[in-house]
């Protein structure tokens, strides 16, 4: 994380030019697109015989990426920044 005196000098100098800086928490499996990718997998796109065999497991997950974008979709919703002006 960048805390250093440097840093936190410019942060209005930045602000002033359109800039915002905002730390993120430790854990953010929800702006990870890998984390998102294994859990739509996971819950709804590999089903129970998918775990029947390690060889058929790797398969699936094999056809899955393969098809990603065209037969298994993710929808990620479109992040707005608002800023706090009164």
């Not at 936190?8 to 915002?20: E, F, H, I, M, P």
Request: aromatic share 20%; hydrophobic share 35%; proline share 3%.
């Amino acid at each position: 994380m960048h805390h250093s005196r440097l840093f936190q000098a410019n942060l209005d100098t930045w602000q002033k030019r359109g800039l915002y800086i905002f730390y993120l928490p430790k854990y953010s499996p929800h702006l990870n697109i890998a984390e998102t990718f294994w859990r739509k997998a996971k819950y709804e796109w590999l089903k129970p015989a998918d775990y029947l065999s390690f060889d058929g497991f790797k398969q699936k997950v094999a056809y899955i990426f393969a098809n990603i974008g065209t037969e298994y979709k993710i929808k990620f919703k479109e992040l707005k920044c608002q800023s706090n002006s009164a």
